[in-house]
């Protein structure tokens, strides 16, 4: 009934920047977090950036600085601005999104993933 669509992933040179967007859609009733989510070759995923729809925000240690979470309320969109890449940033990210579709039940829904590389 949801679905995530993920865009803006890239190839970029160390020190530069990408956006990244993921449009929520659907039959949604609320949307409880919206998220991003980083995994590279050989390691576990991890968090990167929270998004409650009451307004707070997390984020992890390693892009704490660099990168911004926001929202467009009105698309169930939410964005992350990511500055000051570095080489370890490389990895597929995912959007997650904890949301309680138009019958009234709770679901997390990922995205497909976009690969971001960044060049030393």
């Known amino acids: 009934q949801v679905q995530l669509v993920e865009s803006g992933g890239g190839l970029v040179q160390a020190g530069g920047s990408l956006r990244l967007s993921c449009a929520a859609s659907g039959s949604i009733f609320s949307i409880i977090n919206m998220d991003w989510y980083r995994q590279a070759p050989g390691k576990q995923r991890e968090l990167v950036a929270a998004y409650n729809w009451g307004g707070s925000t997390n984020y992890g240690d390693s892009v704490k600085g660099r990168f911004t979470i926001s929202r467009d309320s009105a698309k169930n969109t939410v964005y992350l601005q990511m500055n000051s890449l570095k080489p370890e940033d490389t990895g597929v990210y995912y959007c997650?999104?904890?949301?309680?579709?138009?019958?009234?039940?709770?679901?997390?829904?990922w995205g497909q993933g976009t690969q971001v590389s960044v060049t030393s």
């Open positions: 997650n999104g904890k949301i309680v579709n138009s019958g009234r039940a709770f679901a997390e829904y």
